[in-house]
């Protein structure tokens, strides 16, 4: 494929998107998946590839600023303004810290780099925040999301199959793990560029096909194939070797139990037990049975490796937790200074640009803060973040008082707040998969929903409410609009309607 191709398809792609920006989100979607196998048929594997999906985004926004959009965050601080001086202070030290680094390295790349690793979520909160209005958009967003995620997933097993094909390979040296028993064990991404990148959106559609599962009562063959398609994902997140996006899936499931049960009633944890639980727990039990009876047993030795490392992760997340929090602050600080290194210098892809300037004690998402902010940064990173639970907290008691007007709606919401949160202690974890631009727009879209919630149900109330003006039992037991109702005359069953002025004989 050359570059005139693939540019024209953008092109096209970013006309669509300012046509009509409703559409532009599910373009920007798609671009997000293709980005990572077009960068593998191109020679030289560009790097700005990463960041293509950018542009559709860019004309999404700007085709709906077109349109009076109004694509400001006023809106949402006038449901709760906690989130107004926090949020700027941020933005602006993230500038000034893109600033440094530029000034550190010389490089544009790098400040570029930063500045987007912090602030590319933001546009895509505002996106999806215009976008919802009510539960059918954000069932569209996460359909087209998952018949996506799904399709690239699922190509790590050709990769695992033995196919040596250059769109299944890893871009650059790739990674790799060792074993006591077999050695060096290679590690699969699929069409998508790295095993890292694979795992998180192989736990991702894990976690919103257990949520459309749930949320979504009128799909039978949603739910059932949602059963089907989990274990096959959860094997593909085994063979990646990323555990801790396992610990993501079961940090989910947890949440999102705890949070039905909780804010919906006991009622919900039978409904939760019986339907979502049972469907998964039947696609595994098949999924198992075919593994059992198809796999030959050498297939079975091979993969063996990579479910014990998956299994390992229960003795490792709370080691982990500790050394790439606490334990790595005063190492963090002692390389980079007490006011960072710049934003940037540790981020993903700097590597190609010479700024990657850390060091190997900030993995982990907080380590990565105060290494490119610095210990300002840092605070204000625990107050923006402390802020924003503030926000979500004041939602989610809104929600709980307004659930009735429309359940699917809560469920999903619940289900969106748990992704969210289990992404949060991923990234306290390690940080580099969230320097990819796409994972940081769909996040954001997410929160967007998430924010918006008020909204929604507000419009659902409103539309509860003039059904049941507008429909009423008349004196027989039939239901009529109101408008065809006859007013009843004193003395004359058969009367016509009458208007109230009319005299009454």
């Known amino acids: 494929m050359t570059d005139f191709e693939v540019f024209g398809l953008i092109i096209i792609a970013m006309a669509l998107c300012f046509a009509n920006w409703r559409v532009g989100v ?21 790097v700005y590839f990463t960041a293509m999906v950018g ?7 700007l085709g709906a600023r077109l349109r009076n959009v109004r694509l400001s965050f006023r809106p949402l601080h006038a ?27 010389g490089s544009l790349a790098v400040a570029g780099i930063g500045a987007l690793s912090y602030l590319a979520p ?6 999806g925040y215009r976008f919802s209005r009510g539960e059918r958009d954000l069932v569209k967003v996460i359909k087209v999301y998952l018949g996506l995620s799904v399709i690239m997933v699922l190509t790590v097993y050709l990769g695992y199959a033995g196919l040596d094909w250059t769109i299944l390979k890893q871009v650059g040296t790739g990674l790799f793990i060792y074993s006591a028993e077999r050695g060096r064990l290679d590690l699969y991404s699929g069409f998508l560029r790295s095993p890292e990148i694979a795992a998180w959106h192989a736990a991702t559609a894990v976690c919103l096909l257990m949520l459309v599962a749930l949320a979504i009562h009128r799909n039978s063959i949603l739910k059932w194939g949602s059963g089907l398609l989990v274990p096959a994902l959860l094997g593909a997140i085994l063979l990646t070797g990323r ?13 999102y139990a705890l949070m039905l049960i909780w804010f919906r009633g006991t009622g919900i944890k039978s409904a939760f037990i019986s339907k979502s639980a049972l469907v998964l727990m039947g696609g595994l039990v098949l999924g198992s049975m075919g593994y059992m009876f198809l796999t030959p047993d050498a297939a079975t030795s091979d993969i063996s490796p990579y479910y014990e490392r998956g299994m390992s992760v229960r003795n490792d997340v709370s080691e982990r937790v500790s050394v790439m929090t606490l334990e790595s602050f005063q190492y963090v600080i002692a390389q980079n200074g007490i006011l960072g290194s710049g934003a940037g210098t540790g981020s993903q892809g700097v590597q190609h640009f010479g700024g990657q300037t850390t060091g190997g004690s900030a993995e982990g998402g907080l380590g990565k803060v105060l290494a490119e902010l610095g210990v300002p940064g840092f605070v204000l990173l625990i107050w923006l973040v402390l802020s924003l639970a503030r926000y979500l907290w004041s939602i989610v008691r809104h929600i709980a008082r307004e659930q009735e007007a429309d359940p699917a709606l809560s469920k999903l919401f619940f289900g969106l707040l748990a992704l969210l949160m289990t992404n949060g202690v991923v990234y306290v974890i390690a940080h580099q998969v969230f320097g990819d631009p796409f994972v940081l727009i769909i996040l954001g879209i997410f929160l967007g929903f998430v924010m918006a919630m008020p909204k929604m149900v507000r419009g659902a109330t409103e539309d509860r409410r003039r ?13 009529v609009p109101v408008a065809e109702r006859r007013v009843p005359v004193v003395g004359r069953r058969s009367s016509p309607v009458i208007s109230r002025t009319s005299p009454v004989k």
Do not use: H, Y
């Open 26 to 46: 599910f373009i920007c979607i798609v671009v997000g998946f293709l980005q990572d196998p077009l960068r593998k048929l191109m020679p030289g594997e560009p």
């Open 55 to 61: 542009a559709p985004l860019a004309m999404t926004l």
């Open 79 to 105: 449901w709760n303004d906690v989130l107004r001086a926090p949020l700027k202070f941020f933005v602006l030290l993230v500038f000034a810290q893109s600033g440094a680094a530029f000034i550190k390295t």
């Open 122 to 127: 933001l546009p895509a909160i505002l996106l």
């Open 243 to 255: 555990r801790k996006f396992l610990v993501e899936v079961v940090l989910f499931i947890s949440i």
């Open 467 to 479: 059904l049941t003006e507008e429909v009423r039992m008349t004196d027989d037991g039939r239901r």
